[in-house]
């Protein structure tokens, strides 16, 4: 009772729309769905409605969710380069709705659009997972959608009624160094780390091809900042990465996106395809784990710099998903930012793939 499709063509019509959630209800068998979640390339940003209603019309209701991104996927195929429409449809007992009254370990699951992002939302009780909306030029326009509707606040949130999930968060960096206590810093300057100069211990680390570079390649540098013990933080996950922005030779600083403070720890990573492959891998084995179950469907949302083009043309995270489960109708993203749990907390992520995995209820 739940089923994909993904149709692409030349221009962005309500066409797409509608011919994918056709194909998604003849392959689910259902003459009217509970819920559609669609997802629509960055050509029908500017006015998305007419293939929503599209959408609506062809699955007879109302409660289609969704948003524009840089790319989309199914378990069949992904789409970046051409105008496209992605549909999942739900039936029998699974359905989405609108969350209220969220309890703090409740799945929520989550869209927003860049501006409309704020700390106290993704912070709010509830379990929360998605993706952020967005394009190849991080500019916009960006759209989400709710019950067939563009949302005027850029937010949606949901209920997945009559299935249970398991959440799987893959941060794919390979580390290059041990956790580090800071010592000093300056705004977003981290200036020591172990009383050391922080460019020097970054330079220590990395690979000879990287350091060798006439410039650093500061869009694959990262620093994880760690929660909790340092023993083991790493390899379970518990950690965030914060991106490089600049190094300093004057005083030997590095400068994050994020302000640190002392006594916090951090470690250098390189973003790496073999390593994001390698972390996907740990990522199932882990879901795996938890669930002790067949999934029915899967929700998947990938940063758009970990997608085919980071993978030289093949999205190893999306094989990997559909060999541990073939023929399991997934549906996903390439967002402009991923938001999953950590730590008992719900973060905004960069780099990362987010994956829920869902049974239905007996």
């Not at 998305?48 to 969704?66: F, T």
């Not at 800071?182 to 300057?189: E, F, K, R």
């Not at 190094?247 to 390593?275: C, I, K, M």
Request: aromatic share 8%.
């Amino acid at each position: 009772m739940i089923a994909t499709a993904l149709v692409r063509g030349l221009r962005a019509t309500d066409d797409l729309a509608h011919q994918a959630v056709v194909t998604a209800m003849e392959r689910a068998q259902l003459t009217h769905a509970n819920s559609v979640l669609l997802f629509l390339t960055p050509e029908f940003a500017r006015d998305p409605q007419p293939a929503l209603l599209a959408a609506s019309k062809a699955a007879n209701c109302m409660q289609v969710i969704g948003c524009s991104a840089a790319g989309i996927f199914t378990e069949e195929e992904w789409v970046l380069d051409a105008p496209a429409a992605a549909a999942m449809v739900f039936g029998g007992d699974v359905a989405l709705a609108p969350a209220h009254d969220v309890a703090p370990d409740t799945l929520v699951f989550s869209l927003a659009a860049p501006n409309a992002l704020n700390s106290a939302w993704i912070k709010a009780p509830g379990q929360r997972f998605g993706g952020v909306s967005g394009d190849a030029t991080g500019q916009g326009p960006f759209k989400v959608w709710c019950s067939a509707k563009v949302s005027s606040q850029g937010r949606c949130e949901t209920f997945i009624h009559g299935a249970h999930g398991y959440i799987g968060v893959s941060q794919g960096i390979r580390p290059l160094s041990e956790p580090l206590e800071i010592t000093q810093v300056s705004g977003y300057d981290v200036i020591a780390l172990t009383a050391q100069p922080a460019l020097n211990l970054l330079m220590r680390e990395l690979p000879l091809e990287v350091r060798e570079q006439e410039h650093l390649p500061l869009h694959l540098l990262l620093a994880g900042v760690i929660f909790g013990d340092a023993a083991n933080a790493v390899s379970e996950g518990r950690y965030r990465l914060t991106p490089i922005i600049a190094t300093n030779s004057d005083d030997r600083s590095v400068t994050l996106s994020t302000r640190l403070t002392p006594g916090e720890r951090l470690f250098w990573a390189l973003r790496q395809p073999l390593a994001a492959e390698r972390d996907m891998r740990l990522t199932l084995k882990r879901l795996d784990q938890q669930m002790h179950e067949t999934p029915n469907f899967g929700l998947f949302f990938p940063c758009m710099g970990r997608g085919p083009y980071f993978y030289g043309g093949i999205d190893r995270d999306l094989d990997l998903v559909k060999d541990r489960y073939p023929g399991m109708p997934l549906i996903g993203f390439y967002g402009n930012g991923e938001i999953g749990p950590l730590n008992q907390e719900n973060e905004l992520f960069q780099y990362a793939a987010i994956l829920g995995l869902f049974k239905a209820d007996v």
